[in-house]
Each structure stands twice: as C-alpha cells, then as structure tokens.
C-alpha cells in the first residue's frame, strides 16, 4: 500500500490539531479504566473464575461475577452479560420481549430506531404471525427528535400525563440516521422527568456509547453487544443488558426461562475474553475515538461534510462521512478493507443484507466477524451515500485503515 507524502502530512496535521482531543479521550479512558479495576477488586476476580461451565452452569462464579462487574462499573443495581445473546439486535429484542406485555404501549422518543428493529417491533409488516412485538399485542408509537436534535421532553410529557406508556424507548447512538449522537447528561434529564411523571422503564439502546463518557446514562435497562466497545475487542460474541434489579429480573426470564432466570447458563470457554475484553474496553473505545477524530480531520480537509466534524465533541465512536456518490462510497469501503488485518485481499461490494431496508455496502477485515469495534465501514447505498465508519483496535492500525480509505477516494 502506497500512501501520498500529502495524506500522511495531513494526518500528521490532524494529530497536531487534535491534540487536546486525545488528552481528553485518555482521561476518560483512565477514569474508566480505574472502576473497571475498583469493581474487579471489589469482586475478587480470580483465574478460576476464567475456566468456564458446561452443562446447566449453575453455581458459575465468573458468571455471576462478571454480572455485578456490567452493574457497578456502569451504576446499576444488576446486569446480565451471556455469550448466549448473540448480537446487539438479540440483545435489544430479549430486553423489549422481557418487559413488554400485549396490550402494553412502547414509545421511542428518538424517533426510528435502528434498522434491524423495524422487524422485532412490526414496524414494516402488518404484525403478521411472525412473533414481533406487534404480533404479539403490543403498541408502537414515536416521537421525532426537535429541530436542533435533542429529545422532545415536552411533548414526551404530554404523552406520558395522557396514556400509559409501558416503556420509553431511546437510541443513544445516531446508528445510520443523520442525526446527533445524544450526550449522557441528556438522557438523565429524560430519566429523570420520565421518572417524576410515570412508572414507565426506560430502556436506552446503549450500543456504541459505552465508556465514551466517564458515566453510563441512568435508565432502567441499558444495553448493548460485546462485539463493540463493552467487549474491548477481545470478547467473540454476546451481548449485556443492566439495569434495575426488577428489570434485569424481568429480562432474565425471557433470556432463559420463567423460574430459571440468570441462575442457569452455561459460560463454556468464553469468561475470559470476556473479562480482559471489560478491561481493555476504556482504552479500545479511546483509540476508536482517535481513529475517527483523525479521520473527520483528513476527510473534513478534503472537502467532504463530516458528523461528527473533528473538533466537535464525541459522544459515540462512529463517524459519519458524506461521499456524495456510489462510487466513492464504495472506494471509501474498500479502501478501508484493504487496510484491514484480516481479509484484505478482498473487494466488498453492496448487497442486500437481511434486516436492512437499502443494499449496503460494508468493509469489515476484523479478527471477529462482524466486531465493529474493530476498524470496519458500513453504508446504505443511497443520497448522499454517507460512509458510517467505527473501531480501530489501536490507533495506529486505525490510522493505517482511514489513510488506505483516502487514498483510494482520492484515487476515484
Ligand atoms: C449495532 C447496533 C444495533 C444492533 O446491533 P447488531 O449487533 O448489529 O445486531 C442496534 N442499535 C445500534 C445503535 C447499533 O449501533
């Protein structure tokens, strides 16, 4: 791979320029790192804990500890954390099917969820006997983020006072819509009005913010997968969900069974990944921040529209690039695949992936398939062909991976 004396001076501008960027994503890293170590200490993690249980996995100490683990170190009563969930969509699904119930009403107030959502809701089918919440009874409903891309409290409010809402539902991460990332502090004034005016849960799907800030947003359940920042890169799969002792109790029951809860359920061979995946995860998420502020830089400087732009604030690890055509979406995408450690020889093309409503193209050379907090590109094929990127287990391999993504552009 060839990269221009131009690109790496830009990049080389970009770290000069970003420098108190990365002071602060290291102090949040620090910060985080440190609970992550207070709650193993606190929880005695030992080797043992890392062997793993077959069968039942009753009485599964790692288990049961690595649980409390997700609940301190993100302040909440209690946390379920199982290779058994296997995406971040299997994990949002166990958690809605957990507390909802038919004729319960569910309302998003950051409008459309993710896209692998629309079918676990019923949003796209007629609630067809498919098994979807709206197969099941239950009610969606959901509000648009205001004007300037913040939660709309007011009319949540208005909602709330007139109907019973069984769960206030929000997307923390911007996902592929071309809206803001949500800062923690916000969400915690939702919480906090939602609490003051009704019993509902509120649910945050927490995927890609985790360890962003020094604090997880306050919420009845939080969720997310270990094969982004909570896993640190190092867990193979699974996913966590935390929150209030009753709605941890509530999801377990979905998770496995009524009356077994999170007493059963084997580990086999994956604590320990899981383990040093916790505690990698501050500095991952710190060098995936690096990664994409560096890249919001070069691309900013090479014309294109970014979002975050690289002197913003951060609030998840993804980036949005605007590459304007199908073309250099898809130079972008191969760009980064060819600076990738796995799979680089190979050329992604746009497909029509299950769950997604638009073909999409995606760039993934990750040691886990599909571990997106390992550099990887994803985008929809459509106006304006926005390139959402993410991950980078080092800075400097993530450096590499946006310096092949321009090249490659620049070629086109
Ligand atoms: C990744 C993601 C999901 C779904 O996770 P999968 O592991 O792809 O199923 C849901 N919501 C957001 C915001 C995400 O980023």
Same mark, same amino acid.
């Given at each position: $791979? ?13 770290? %000069? ?27 005695? *993690? ?15 100490? +790692? ?28 994990? !949002?699904?166990? +958690? ?9 009403? $569910? ?41 300037? +891309? ?17 769960? *206030? ?7 592929? !819509? ?5 800062? *923690?502090?916000?969400?915690?004034? !939702? ?15 927490? /995927? ?12 009845? *359940? ?11 890169? $190092? ?35 994956? $604590? ?60 972008? /995408? ?57 991950? +980078?287990?080092?800075? %400097? ?16």
């Amino acid at each position: $791979m060839i990269i221009s004396e131009k690109l790496l001076k830009l990049a080389e501008e970009a770290e %000069e320029a970003l420098k108190e960027k990365f002071r602060h994503f290291d102090s949040v890293s620090f910060i985080n790192t440190k609970k992550v170590l207070d709650a193993f200490r606190e929880e005695r *993690v030992a080797e043992a804990m890392f062997a793993g249980s077959s069968g039942y996995g009753y009485d599964d100490r +790692g288990r049961d500890t690595l649980d409390r683990i997700y609940a301190r170190v993100f302040n909440k009563e209690a946390a379920l954390v199982r290779h058994t969930l296997i995406s971040g969509t299997h994990t !949002l699904s166990t +958690g809605l099917f957990g507390l909802l119930r038919p004729g319960d009403v $569910m309302l998003s107030v950051t409008g459309k969820p993710y896209d692998t959502l629309d079918e676990v809701i019923g949003i796209k089918d007629e609630g067809k006997n498919n098994g979807s919440l709206k197969d099941f009874g239950i009610t969606y409903k959901q509000i648009e983020l205001t004007e300037d +891309g913040k939660i709309d409290i007011e009319k949540t409010v208005e909602i709330l006072k007139n109907e019973k809402i069984k769960v *206030v539902y929000i997307q923390r991460s911007k996902g592929y !819509l071309d809206r803001p990332t949500l800062p *923690v502090c916000e969400m915690n004034e !939702l919480y906090k009005t939602v609490k003051e005016v009704s019993d509902s849960y509120v649910f945050i799907d927490n /995927c890609y913010g985790e360890f962003v800030e020094e604090n997880e947003p306050d919420a009845d *359940v939080i969720a997310g997968s270990l094969i982004k920042n909570p896993g640190g890169g $190092m867990a193979e799969t699974g996913g966590y969900l935390a929150g209030s002792a009753k709605a941890i109790e509530l999801i377990s029951y979905r998770l496995t069974s009524v009356g077994i809860g999170s007493e059963a359920g084997c580990t086999l061979n994956t $604590m320990k990944s899981m383990y040093k995946g916790f505690f990698y995860a501050p500095h991952t998420t710190a060098q995936a921040l690096k990664t994409a502020a560096v890249a919001a830089y070069i691309f900013d400087k090479l014309g294109y529209y970014t979002n975050p732009k690289w002197n913003d604030d951060r609030y998840d690890i993804i980036q949005a690039i605007h590459m304007g055509s199908g073309d250099k979406l898809c130079a972008f /995408c191969q760009g980064i695949q060819a600076g990738s450690p796995v799979d680089a020889y190979v050329t992604p093309e746009p497909w029509d992936m299950p769950g997604y409503s638009d073909s999409v193209i995606m760039a993934a050379g990750t040691f886990t398939q599909g571990a997106s907090i390992e550099l990887s590109a994803d985008g929809p094929m459509k106006e304006p062909y926005i390139a959402y990127f993410q991950g +980078g287990l080092t800075y %400097e391999s993530g450096k590499v991976g946006i310096l092949s993504a321009a090249s490659q552009v620049l070629d086109k």
